[in-house]
């Protein structure tokens, strides 16, 4: 069993920076990887970004890649999104996300994550 809860979400402008934060806890948290997706209004849920359950190897939804970093810190069961140049289209509700146990794979789908957090919003103005 695996609880995620994000935090840091809230309103910028565009062109600012936010950066989002997923606690995990859980017997099997240090041996996932995690994941960001996020959900506009009336769309589906898509991925963001990835890292693996050692912290290397991240990966990004092209929307993103140079603008968002993930980064992944095990000792405080921790994983970050940093988010600069932030556009109108970000605005979403941000998903934390834990992937298979012991996978080191690629996973960008939503359908391949086990757990989930609350989410929380991100709205980026004009």
């Keep these: 069993q695996v609880q995620l809860a994000e935090s840091g979400g809230g309103l910028v402008q565009a062109g600012g920076s936010l950066r989002l934060s997923c606690a995990a806890s859980g017997s099997t948290s240090r041996t ?14 898509e991925f963001v970004a990835a890292i693996s359950r050692s912290g290397g190897n991240p990966y990004y939804a092209d929307s993103v890649k140079g603008r968002f970093t993930i980064s992944r810190d095990n000792a405080k069961s921790t994983v970050n999104l940093q988010m ?43």
């Design 32 to 45: 996932r990887g995690l994941g960001w997706f996020r959900q506009a209004p009336g769309k589906e849920r």
């Design 84 to 126: 600069n140049s932030l556009k109108v289209e970000d605005t979403a509700v941000y998903y934390c996300a834990a992937g298979p146990n012991f996978g080191d794979g690629y996973y960008p789908h939503v359908y391949e994550y086990d757990y989930w957090g609350q989410g929380t919003q991100v709205t980026v103005s004009s």
